[in-house]
């Protein structure tokens, strides 16, 4: 029974048995987020074509899936702050217990009802750029 933290919400599920929301791959950190309300970007559907569902690993690196060449390959180095414990949600599939935490940055605060904001210089630059 892996337990997902996100941002201090703790939820809890039986690895196999999670109902698929077709968006990421099955029991990934996006599809844990989707069946239990909780919300992490993903506007690309879930299908490693963007870095919106970029999160932080604070406990439990070895309880994901390893990156593939899509994730870290093609992917994951674009995204803004990114840093060694950095995963895409919707690429990394949950094996055991896992803390995370999500940028500020790839909070979509018009989505969570915060109303629009210009985060300017607060956005990191994709590494390699300036
Ligand atoms: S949702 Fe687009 S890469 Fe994960």
Redesign the pocket.
Known sequence: MPKVTIDGKTVEFESGKLPYHEH?KPESL?DVCLNFGMHLE????????????HVIVTKGMENLSELDEDEEGD?LQMAPGLTLRSR????CVVEGDVEVEIPSWNINYVSEGGGSMNLGDAIPAPVGKK
Not at 42 to 53: I, L, P, V
Request: include cysteine.
């Open positions: 990421g996006l993903h506007a690309c559907g879930g299908n490693c074509a963007c870095t919106t569902c992917r895409l949600g919707c690429q």
